[in-house]
């Protein structure tokens, strides 16, 4: 007998004793004090012996005597915290057999479900189910620790394909809702067996802007029909495709997810092409096609794609060496190293300039040097056995001003194959110095690359060390300036005129840093160092705050001044957890028919509830947290949910606590989902006063949705004036 269990994991978060009426935080007989907190549930499914099981079940009919059986039991439990459990409901379990073609089988069918009492499925009383070790004053009548169910497949007198799904649908568990769980029994006739060759498709070596091709096979030897459920292309860095005979074209960013249907009958091929498109570099390139089918005897398979991973390779530093802004009469210099990367030696006949190269470029071997000390030729080459590397320096001196200087690196290797490494440079007014910045990140820190991007609030040291003067002269002025997002007002510390100065982004969007220098003789850099950053949040939920005060004529100052006034108007973000309506006492202030999830003691995250404690308790990361509180100012406020419960609507809303005598303020909001750089809501509220709360939206992630909360206008706002702030504890 084959068994298959299903744990209906109610995580509720109460106390030992609760009511099935919110709010009344007693039950009839239970000890006192045992009072309501919240509740949440987690399905699981596991066979009676506690391993975890598959919710799809396939079944082989081919061996299987006409009228022999198989049963699968399922066992369903709470297995909830007793110090927080809430009893489980089982409303409805529903069996429902399909043929081949997907339609109902109403007659002759083959597969039956018999619950508590030997009854059908359907029929079936089901009992209570609580949590073993819950307090005996509290269980409910009846209830009990677990329950089970019997599916049984009989085979008929012929073997047919026949599909049944178990769909069990209970109460009290607020991730599935009213969703039934389902569980898929699958009967197949015969097994089938994926064999492909060959085992790994290896290109051998292929050259520098060339391509190479390879037949691959996949057969089912087996007896059942073998469905192809995926093929997928992981290739970090290898330009290749798999192209099936008659069907799709595989790509690492265009996988097969099975639709249309691609299968195999017994004994049958399936034909296919492995191609690598041409390669910029002869370097080492690997990859992994992953074909997914119903052969249960295989599940994935892996077959390794490679190129040039055997014989003599050798890659680059860089496919480029970039010198930017070079003053006329002065130097620059740069390194550049060649890898060995094959299994065999790589010996290199030559390292210089091609001919056409702007004047001015210079390679100086280094450490690529043969043993006479000199660059390489075909007479006497340098030898890089396998992971060896040579290092070299590139010199640029231009000698006109504006001239874009371009040329190449050609290192010949192994049997006339060569390596290029690009150059590029322009000649600038000699007098002028160079100005030239660094990034660093003070959370982690490391440099912060071009190209690379940090989250708001990230503290950045910019650094002017390495701008430059001509000769004789030194750098001795800077200026920062920086292009930041609207509404953002962000500042350099200690001031713009530092040499090194920090910055802290608090908004997300696109910031773009200029630094411009003057050297001792007052002369400025030719033209500024520029560097642009993205700011992008890794929360999958992240909302943010800011308000423009028109009276406030310095949004960038904080704290009192000596008269005791505050240096801005407090605006506060509120983001509040669907539960919070259904929280006691909660009123209806803004008169839209349903409770206000404001201030909602344990469900309502803002300044006084920074932390709260959502859906699972031992994951943090459910869990809502303010980052910034600004009570004197413009803002941000960021509030975030790393990573949040599918599916539920979290309400987000403003607040003006306090005008601070500066009068009427103006909202902005963002809403940013799935780490995206453009914000999903972007929404300037009206106007507000003080005690005036902005019901701005209601979002949701997976699926990621915005909608208006309820009772908004025409433009999707909804504010109430005079709304009294009273923070609570979350007890």
């Given at each position: ?428 007014q000699a007098a002028c110095p160079v100005a030239c910045l660094t990034l660093k990140n003070d959370a982690n820190g490391q440099k912060v690359l071009a190209g690379k991007d940090v989250v708001p609030q990230t503290p950045l040291t910019l650094d002017a060390a390495c701008s430059s003067a001509p000769q004789g002269h030194v750098i001795d002025t800077w200026k920062w300036s920086v292009a930041q997002p609207q509404g953002s007002f962000s500042t350099f510390a200690p001031s713009a005129q530092a040499k090194v100065v920090k910055f802290q982004p608090n908004i997300s969007g696109k910031y773009t840093f200029s630094l411009d220098v003057t050297d001792d003789s007052k ?194 706002n909804l504010v109430t004036p005079a709304y009294p702030q009273v923070p609570k504890l979350c007890k």
């Amino acid at each position: 007998m084959n068994a298959i269990s299903s744990c209906l994991v109610a995580v509720a978060f109460a106390s030992a004793c609760t009511t099935e009426e919110p709010g009344t935080g007693s039950v009839a007989g239970c000890p006192s004090g045992k009072t309501r907190i919240e509740t949440a549930a987690k399905l699981e499914v596991r066979d009676p012996a506690g391993a975890a099981a598959s919710a799809s079940v396939v079944i082989d009919g081919a061996p299987m005597a006409t009228g022999s059986v198989r049963e699968f039991v399922l066992v369903l439990s709470n297995t909830a915290p007793p110090i927080s459990a809430r009893p489980l409901t089982v409303k409805s379990v529903a069996l429902v057999e399909t043929d081949a073609d997907g339609k109902v089988v109403s007659t002759g069918p083959q597969f039956t479900c018999k619950g508590p009492g030997g009854k059908p499925c359907a029929e079936a009383t089901w009992p209570v189910l609580v949590p073993a070790g819950l307090d005996a004053a509290c269980k409910p009548k009846d209830s009990v620790a677990s329950t089970a169910l019997t599916v049984t497949y009989t085979r008929g007198t012929a073997a047919t394909p026949r599909k049944a799904r178990l769909d069990v649908t209970v109460e009290g568990d607020p991730l599935w809702k009213d969703a039934p769980r389902t569980l898929e029994f699958k009967v197949q006739i015969g097994s089938p067996k994926l064999v492909c060759v060959p085992a790994s498709v290896d290109f051998g070596k292929v050259a520098k802007n060339q391509g190479a091709e390879a037949p691959f096979k996949c057969t089912n030897a087996g007896t059942g029909q073998l469905v192809f459920d995926s093929l997928e292309i992981v290739a970090p860095s290898m330009p290749v495709e798999v192209q099936v005979a008659g069907g799709p074209t595989v790509t690492p960013t265009k996988p097969f997810a099975g639709t249309p249907k691609l299968a195999l009958a017994a004994n049958e091929t399936l034909e296919m092409t492995v191609r690598l498109l041409p390669i910029a570099e002869q370097e080492k390139l690997v990859a992994t096609l992953r074909i997914t089918t119903n052969d249960a005897g295989i599940g994935t398979l892996q077959v390794p794609l490679k190129a040039n991973a055997t014989g003599p390779c050798l890659k680059a530093s860089a496919l480029s060496v970039e010198f930017g802004a070079v003053p006329v009469g002065s130097q620059a210099k740069l390194q550049a190293s060649l890898e060995s990367c094959g299994t065999e030696d790589v010996a290199l006949t030559g390292l210089g300039l091609e001919p056409g190269s702007t004047a001015g470029f210079q390679v100086e071997p280094f450490g690529c040097v043969t043993d006479g000390g000199a660059a390489p030729t075909v007479q006497k080459p340098l030898v890089l056995p396998p992971t060896a590397k040579c290092t070299f320096y590139v010199t640029f001196s231009p000698s006109q001003v504006g001239t874009k200087a371009t040329g190449k690196i050609v290192v010949p290797w192994n049997a006339g194959v060569t390596t290029d490494i690009a150059l590029s440079g322009e000649g600038v007014q000699a007098a002028c110095p160079v100005a030239c910045l660094t990034l660093k990140n003070d959370a982690n820190g490391q440099k912060v690359l071009a190209g690379k991007d940090v989250v708001p609030q990230t503290p950045l040291t910019l650094d002017a060390a390495c701008s430059s003067a001509p000769q004789g002269h030194v750098i001795d002025t800077w200026k920062w300036s920086v292009a930041q997002p609207q509404g953002s007002f962000s500042t350099f510390a200690p001031s713009a005129q530092a040499k090194v100065v920090k910055f802290q982004p608090n908004i997300s969007g696109k910031y773009t840093f200029s630094l411009d220098v003057t050297d001792d003789s007052k002369v400025s850099a030719c033209k500024p160092a520029v560097f642009e950053l993205n700011v992008i949040a890794d929360d999958l939920i992240h909302v943010e705050l800011t308000w423009d005060t028109p009276t406030d004529p310095n949004k960038t100052d904080t704290g009192k001044d000596k008269t005791g006034a505050w240096a801005g108007s407090d605006v506060d973000l509120h983001l509040a957890h669907p539960n919070a309506i259904k929280a006691a006492g909660q009123p209806d202030f803004d008169k839209n028919g349903e409770p206000d999830p404001w201030f909602a003691p344990c469900d309502d995250a803002y300044w006084f509830n920074k932390l709260p404690k959502w859906g699972d308790l031992s994951d943090p990361e459910d869990d809502p947290r303010l980052d910034l509180d600004d009570y004197d100012g413009w803002g941000p406020e960021n509030l975030n949910i790393k990573a949040p419960e599918p599916g539920l609507a979290y309400f987000v809303g403003v607040y003006y606590a306090s005008d601070n005598q500066y009068g009427l303020s103006t909202p902005r909001v963002r809403v940013y989902l799935d780490h995206k750089s453009v914000a999903d809501l972007d929404k300037t509220g009206p106007a507000m006063k003080t005690g005036d709360l902005w019901c701005v939206a209601r979002i949701s992630w997976n699926p990621n949705k915005i909608t208006p909360c309820k009772g908004a206008d025409a433009k999707g706002n909804l504010v109430t004036p005079a709304y009294p702030q009273v923070p609570k504890l979350c007890k």
